[in-house]
């Protein structure tokens, strides 16, 4: 999936989102507050794999 702009981002939003009552706007918040942490998460985990990955011996079968 390309990464998309600000503006594409908004653009993107659907009227139900805009419309929504303030109670569901909250609970949309929380849950983009959550994706976020999982998405800074796993962008963490990848660079933890990746420098894992470079620093250790090629042969992992050695235990």
Known sequence: MADLN???LVEAIPKSVLN???????GFQ????ETIKL?????N???MI???SL???TH???R
Do not use: F, V
Request: zero cysteines; a positive charge; charged letters at 30%.
């Open 45 to 47: 985990l990848q660079k």
């Open 6 to 8: 600000l503006q594409q």
């Open 55 to 57: 620093s250790s011996p």
């Open 20 to 26: 929504a009552s303030d109670r569901d706007l909250e």
């Open 30 to 33: 929380k849950i983009l507050q």
């Open 50 to 52: 990746k420098s894992y």
């Open 39 to 43: 998405r800074e998460g796993h962008l």
């Open 60 to 62: 992992t079968n050695q």
